[in-house]
């Protein structure tokens, strides 16, 4: 056991941790004909047979024709892979349940491009055929199903091409250091009710949504929702995005709390439900904390918040 | 990017499969039954209007229907499923059926390892310059269609035609090398399906005035020869055939059955020579008369035609010795020379009168035989390709009346005169004259070539040939049967030539044909054997080739990929020299980031590797002047910066 996890440690190790760019050489490379090349072979042989019972001079020479033809294809299924460069990309989280897709960024400084590269995480994926131009650059985004919650690794990924001939396949496999977040799946369930906030409501300002008390300019924080597209679009839309402002009263906020999730529910229940809250309060952009057995994130709103309440989630230890 | 189809098949790809498998095909239209060439046309048809329209290809039952149809009627006409022409016959039905059912890759796959193998069934019937280059140019054209196949639409039709050449390119030195030195076995590995070789020409077993006068109109060529010295006269190549000595009193036939062997007093000195027989369907080895000692899987009839074991059905390499002036038989059996006067009871009265008043009006058969020549010679005699219809006294009508008439009436009624006068006569076809192609040296004879002539026994003498033909037309024995022809009667294309450049052409082309045929399809375990006798291996078995091959195939692999992966570098030498120093850096354990500058990687050096630091930075700032300091060829500091770098 351990020679064997040893020989595959040295076969498919990536160089460093994972985060370089990787030059596919002839040391990463593995070359087996595919049934098509299996049917030629038979093909073959039953043609040097004819050949030689019918003392066919060309039908000789066209066996071995094709012979060379079939090995001067393995060769070129082989330079298809030779010399790409595979660097890893970064990868948007997905709920679990959805498909995570890995970016690799693949490059060639070749002068003839390569074609028909497919690409395949682990066993069950479902694999993606990519080309990179000659002397070009390709994103290629390999789909693999996330379905827990928390950090999925990228799965050894094979990268294969039968091209041109398809009688061979060369492959090589991939194993860069990225990690896509996978949140937990959400919950759909009614909101807890809100509390009276625990601060004065001037901390809040801008964060109400109470009383109109103006326009100012739209910022890359603010929600596309709280645009006031009816102000935006006088004077021909020369001016820039307007967002309503809103003053006074406390401002209600929402305590997403562990505690107030079923406790009878499994943990992962609570989880979902909790996420299926987290996703209900941003939709009405409503100021929402997390409270979380050891962990607590203020209330707040936005997409980076919701991102954080998500994220903590999804790693939240079961 | 682009997410894969699934395993369907592109729809780009259909017209490429529908041109390959028209190309390996197309070809068997010219010997195949009307009807199967028809019904792959319109399958061919079919399939390509179901892609035009983009519609629905037909269902599973549909085709197991026309399969079975096919399959019908291949037995129907073949009588068999197996064999040459029934195979080749039902791969067609089977290549054109299946562009019906064009579903996914697999099914493409199929049909281009079907193309493949078609290719293979057209040198069953000709393995000429042309098929060689047709074929070669099919075999591209499915190779670019599995390019396509797999290559997706993205690149263009010339592109994939171009790699699919370059491909086959870099095949030819893989053929090569197994061509030669692959271990040839002699054929067949088994029996021969009874239609293995069929439609061929050549001399007929026995000889009814006409059928040599049919094969003088062709220009097909019999057999070539190669003389060790200087090729002699034309009048003296007799090639013998069969010798016929029965006489039905219309048809001549040979004699069944094993005499004495014969027995041959040379009286010149032999010369030697090498015979390639095209392939026809007979054992005569039609070897120049008198043939010398000949091999022992070589057999002599006792009427001194070689043979060889086998019929010839292929082409045939056969070194051969003659002497041109000897003496056959000088005491020969009385049976045999029974058997040479035997006329039929009945017919052609006048001939065997004329035959009856020499015999008693002279002695000495040597005086009968010259009144029979001078009866051609000096009588109203035409020879001609196209004679006129004899009736039911064939000899008496020709000899009497017509007077027209091609060798074989000659040659037939002059051994009717004979017999009748009482000399042992029989006729002897065969192949006479041939001529030299300046090109290679080889002695070309045709079918036109085709001759019959005469053999009398004088006591003492034994049997002499007499051509009653050179009586009649010189020119046809010296200069060939182009010059003995009058004006407009038909003759084949090939011998009609008389312009000089259309020969000279013509001898180029069949130079470069019998090189062909010589070399490359004549290569054979033999050859082989002499080929690596002279490459220093004469006892090599096939494990020795076996490892010869293994080491010079891993060497044009290598070599085929060195070339293929080598790319010129496009650096120009400021960035040569960087990319060095990185190399150098990279030694003592400092990577360059990709999207590092060389300032940046500087400071990086700078916190973790002061001792390295100074060194660096030197180089830095000479690369940067270098590359983007204005002044081009500097390069010598940066050289020097460089050489410090430890």
């Given amino acids: ?318 | 990017m682009s997410t894969r189809p699934g395993e369907t098949l592109d729809r780009g790809t259909t017209p490429w499969l529908l041109l390959g498998a028209l190309a390996t095909t197309l070809p068997h239209a010219e010997h195949q039954p009307l009807w199967l060439s028809a019904l792959a046309a319109v399958l061919f048809v079919w399939g390509g209007w179901l892609w035009w329209r983009n519609e629905r290809l037909p269902g599973r039952w549909v085709l197991a229907l026309l399969v079975a149809v096919a399959c019908g009627a291949v037995l129907y006409e073949f009588r068999t499923l197996f064999g040459r022409d029934a195979g080749v016959a039902m791969l067609v039905v089977f290549m054109a059926l299946k562009l019906l059912e064009l579903r996914s890759r697999r099914d493409a796959t199929v049909v281009v390892t079907l193309g493949y193998f078609l290719l293979l069934t057209h040198y069953f019937y000709s393995q000429s310059i042309p098929t060689g280059l047709w074929l070669l140019a099919a075999m591209t054209l499915l190779t670019a269609t599995l390019i396509r196949l797999h290559g997706g639409p993205s690149i263009s039709t010339g592109a994939t035609l171009r790699y699919a050449g370059l491909l086959t390119l870099q095949a030819v030195p893989f053929m090569l090398v197994l061509y030669l030195l692959f271990p040839r076995v002699a054929g067949p590995l088994w029996g021969l399906p009874q239609d293995a070789h069929s439609g061929r020409s050549g001399l007929s077993e026995q000889m009814t005035p006409g059928n040599i006068a049919n094969l003088a109109l062709s220009g097909e060529i019999a057999f070539r020869v190669r003389f060790a010295g200087l090729s002699p006269e034309r009048d003296k190549l007799y090639w013998r055939g069969p010798v016929l000595e029965y006489f039905d009193g219309l048809t001549w036939k040979p004699q069944v059955g094993r005499g004495q062997p014969p027995r041959i007093e040379p009286l010149s000195p032999p010369i030697a020579y090498e015979t390639t027989l095209e392939p026809q369907q007979q054992r005569w080895l039609l070897a120049l008369d008198a043939p010398g000692p000949l091999r022992p899987e070589l057999g002599l009839s006792s009427a001194l035609t070689a043979t060889s074991r086998e019929p010839l059905t292929q082409r045939q390499r056969f070194a051969l010795t003659a002497t041109l002036d000897y003496r056959f038989n000088a005491d020969e059996e009385a049976i045999v020379l029974r058997r040479n006067l035997v006329l039929p009871r009945a017919g052609n009265p006048r001939a065997r009168a004329l035959g009856e008043s020499w015999k008693a009006a002279e002695t000495d058969p040597a005086v009968r035989l010259r009144k029979a020549m001078s009866l051609f010679s000096e009588e109203e005699f035409f020879y001609t390709l196209q004679p006129p219809l004899l009736g039911e006294q064939p000899v008496d009508d020709f000899l009497f009346v017509t007077r027209r008439g091609f060798c074989e009436h000659y040659a037939s009624a002059f051994v009717f005169l004979m017999r009748a006068a009482g000399v042992p006569a029989r006729v002897v076809t065969g192949y006479q004259g041939g001529e030299a192609n300046p090109v290679d040296g080889f002695v070309v004879v045709r079918q036109s070539d085709a001759h019959a002539w005469a053999e009398v026994w004088f006591a003492g003498r034994g049997w002499v040939r007499v051509d009653p033909t050179a009586a009649v037309s010189p020119a046809r024995v010296e200069a060939g049967i182009a010059a003995a022809m009058p004006d407009g009667e038909p003759l084949p294309a090939m011998i009609q030539l008389r312009s000089n450049w259309l020969r000279t052409l013509l001898f180029r082309w069949e130079a470069v044909n019998n090189a062909w045929d010589q070399y490359i399809l004549g290569y054979n375990p033999q050859r082989q054997r002499e080929l690596l006798a002279r490459l220093g291996m004469p006892d090599a078995d096939w494990r020795n080739l076996a490892a010869a091959l293994a080491v010079l195939c891993g060497a044009l692999l290598l070599a085929i990929a060195a070339w293929t992966l080598y790319q010129r570098p496009r650096l120009d030498p400021a960035a040569r020299l960087w990319q060095k120093a990185l190399r150098r850096l990279a030694r003592s354990k400092v990577d360059c980031a990709p999207w590092e500058t060389p300032l940046a990687l500087l400071r990086r050096v700078e916190g973790a590797r002061p001792a390295l630091a100074p060194a660096f930075r030197e180089v830095v700032f000479a690369y940067l002047q270098a590359r983007y300091g204005g002044i081009p060829d500097d390069l010598t500091r940066l050289r020097g910066a460089l050489a410090r770098l430890p």
């Fill in chain 1, 1 to 318: 056991m351990g020679v064997i996890a040893d020989l595959k440690r040295r076969l498919f190790r990536w160089r460093s941790d994972g985060t370089a760019p990787l030059r596919l050489s002839q040391r990463r490379i593995f070359i087996l004909p595919t049934r098509a090349g299996l049917l030629f072979a038979a093909a073959l042989l039953a043609m040097l047979t004819g050949a030689i019972n019918y003392n066919l001079a060309l039908g000789h020479a066209l066996v071995f024709l094709l012979v060379g033809l079939a090995l001067t294809g393995m060769v070129h299924a082989f330079r298809n892979l030779h010399g790409l460069v595979v660097a890893p990309g970064r990868s948007e989280p997905v709920f679990a349940g959805e498909v995570a897709y890995f970016p690799l960024h693949l490059a060639s400084d070749r002068n003839t491009p390569r074609l028909a590269l497919e690409l395949r995480a682990g066993k069950e994926s479902r694999s993606i055929t990519t080309a990179v131009a000659a002397h070009g650059l390709n994103e290629a985004a390999v789909p693999v199903a996330a379905l827990r919650r928390g950090w999925l690794d990228l799965p050894r990924t094979r990268l294969e091409t039968t091209y041109p001939l398809g009688l061979f396949v060369a492959w090589s496999y991939l194993q860069p250091a990225m990690r896509c977040l996978v949140y937990p799946q959400p919950l759909t369930t009614p909101l807890p009710p809100q509390q009276p906030a625990s601060h004065s409501g001037d901390q809040h300002g801008d964060g109400g949504q109470e009383d109109f008390s103006g326009f100012r300019e739209r910022q890359p924080a603010d929600s596309p929702r709280h645009v006031a597209w009816k102000a935006s679009a006088r004077d021909a839309g020369q001016r820039p995005l307007l967002v309503k402002r809103f003053a006074g009263g406390a401002q209600a906020e929402l305590q997403l709390d562990w505690s107030l999730t079923p406790q009878a529910a499994a943990p992962e229940v609570r989880i979902a439900t909790l996420a299926g809250w987290v996703m209900a309060a941003a939709a009405e952009d409503a100021c929402y904390g997390l409270r979380l057995p050891g962990r607590e994130i203020a209330p707040d709103s936005g997409d980076l918040h919701r991102h954080r309440c998500l994220e903590a989630l999804a790693l939240f230890p079961a």
